[in-house]
């Protein structure tokens, strides 16, 4: 028997769930704050902490504890699977930091944090791993600008690797040679921060620049695995959402941007991707994307898109579908980032921002649907590509996206 509310009760969820609420005493919860640790080592000598820059604003995880969220300011850790499959992710992220005038650095020092090789291949070694994290929190470190990482694997990779400095005074033995190699401090972040969690926070911002009306839209949301799964406790929830059963981020954005979010049966499963079998078993990820997770939504919910915040979950989602098409199953829902849709909502091109040519599912009903003339963005971004291709310009400018 399904505990899942109805579509209609997001914020008032059925009996038998709002009776089964998480313990919200932070003092009670059975996992420790790793923050205490993080500061007790930086007090023995043994790190440097780098505080979240003010203005900030404090969100609930999951059994209550406070978690400040960088309003500005912030080091943007990208993505590799966002910059290679799905640019308008990261695009449509820095756009409405941008729409808000808000202070930030896009790095062109970063490294992959490699947790790839960690999840999938496990050719890596501790020391090597936890390396690559702290060179990367170095470089945000010293630019003054405070990490926020895009992609849900590094950022749960991340938590994973801060977890293991606390607990292994060898390892951060092995770290700090290496650090000190490169000539760079061990900096630990005083919160690990997602920018799904920076948008859920900011989500009451963008509800105000909303200029589309997205009160007929329905949304069927997949949480990321590696966002709430690993080091469960350090993610958002919020009793007005499912009574703080699931994780906020997400559904707590489509709700404040005047969708509607409809629930489905398989909302924990995976989307798919799992790391190891996308590369080994490309084929089981495929049918559990389409028969687990897309062909659920479309029967139960049927919706006007689907939206999750992570890369491996978006590609996964999209690309897989024509699988299902070609084997006839009830397929066909658009996939995106909620970065993507919210930018979408107020005013960001579809084209030129969000990037939407490089998803596979069709798109241009869910734009229709929003009042986008999906035709004529098309036709001035055809207009660019020309202009592109004649030596006119180099490059889009963000000038030309709308938010100078």
């Given amino acids: 028997m399904s505990d899942?509310?109805?579509?209609?009760?997001?914020?008032?969820?059925?009996?038998?769930?709002?009776?089964?609420?998480?313990?919200?005493?932070?003092?009670?919860?059975?996992?420790?704050d790793l923050?205490?640790?993080?500061?007790?080592?930086?007090?023995?000598?043994?790190?440097?902490?780098?505080?979240?820059?003010?203005?900030?604003?404090e969100v609930e995880t999951k059994y209550g504890?406070?978690?400040?969220?960088?309003?500005?300011?912030?080091?943007?850790?990208?993505?590799?699977?966002?910059?290679?499959?799905?640019?308008?992710?990261?695009?449509?992220?820095?756009?409405?930091?941008?729409?808000?005038?808000?202070?930030?650095?896009?790095?062109?020092d970063q490294t992959s944090c490699t947790a790839w090789n960690y999840y999938a291949s496990a050719t890596s070694n501790a020391a090597a791993q936890a390396a690559v994290a702290q060179r990367n929190f170095a470089a945000a470190y010293e630019t003054g600008y405070y990490p926020m990482i895009h992609c849900g694997t590094s950022y749960g990779h991340y938590k994973e690797v801060r977890e293991q400095l606390v607990h292994s005074p060898e390892l951060r033995s092995q770290v700090r040679d290496i650090m000190t190699r490169l000539g760079k401090p061990l900096v630990i972040p005083e919160e690990i921060v997602h920018y799904s969690e920076w948008v859920h926070a900011m989500r009451g911002e963008f509800a105000k620049?909303?200029?589309?009306?997205?009160?007929?839209?329905?949304?069927?949301?997949?949480?990321?695995c590696h966002y709430y799964k690993l080091v469960a406790e350090d993610a958002i929830y919020d009793e007005d959402i499912y009574s703080g059963q699931r994780t906020a981020v997400v559904s707590a954005v489509v709700k404040a941007m005047g969708a509607t979010v409809a629930d489905y049966s398989t909302w924990f499963d995976c989307c798919g991707f799992g790391f190891r079998h996308i590369l080994v078993q490309r084929d089981f990820t495929r049918s559990f994307a389409t028969?687990?997770?897309?062909?659920?939504?479309?029967?139960?919910?049927?919706?006007?898109?689907?939206?999750?915040?992570?890369?491996?979950?978006?590609?996964?989602?999209?690309?897989?579908?024509?699988?299902?098409?070609?084997?006839?199953?009830?397929?066909?829902?658009?996939?995106?980032?909620?970065?993507?849709?919210?930018?979408?909502?107020?005013?960001?091109?579809?084209?030129?921002?969000?990037?939407?040519?490089?998803?596979?599912?069709?798109?241009?009903?869910?734009?229709?649907?929003?009042?986008?003339?999906?035709?004529?963005?098309?036709?001035?971004f055809e207009?660019?590509?020309?202009?592109i291709q004649s030596g006119e310009m180099q490059y889009l400018t963000w000038e030309q996206t709308g938010v100078r």
């Fill in 35 to 57: 923050r205490e640790a993080v500061f007790e080592l930086e007090r023995q000598g043994e790190w440097v902490v780098q505080r979240v820059p003010e203005p900030y604003i």
């Fill in 291 to 380: 028969l687990r997770k897309i062909q659920v939504m479309k029967d139960e919910a049927n919706p006007d898109v689907v939206l999750t915040h992570d890369t491996g979950c978006v590609t996964t989602l999209d690309k897989s579908q024509f699988v299902g098409k070609a084997k006839g199953y009830n397929v066909g829902i658009p996939v995106m980032s909620e970065a993507q849709f919210v930018a979408l909502a107020m005013g960001a091109h579809p084209y030129r921002v969000c990037q939407l040519h490089w998803h596979s599912v069709d798109y241009r009903p869910l734009l229709e649907k929003m009042g986008i003339d999906w035709e004529a963005r098309w036709a001035e």
């Fill in 209 to 224: 620049r909303r200029v589309l009306d997205l009160s007929k839209i329905t949304v069927t949301v997949h949480p990321a």
């Fill in 383 to 387: 207009q660019d590509l020309k202009r």
């Fill in 65 to 108: 504890r406070k978690k400040k969220i960088p309003m500005q300011h912030t080091w943007h850790h990208k993505s590799c699977g966002q910059c290679g499959h799905i640019p308008g992710y990261s695009t449509s992220i820095f756009w409405l930091h941008r729409a808000l005038e808000l202070d930030y650095n896009d790095p062109r």
């Fill in 4 to 32: 899942k509310p109805s579509t209609s009760a997001l914020g008032a969820p059925a009996t038998a769930l709002a009776n089964r609420k998480f313990q919200r005493d932070p003092a009670k919860a059975p996992t420790e």
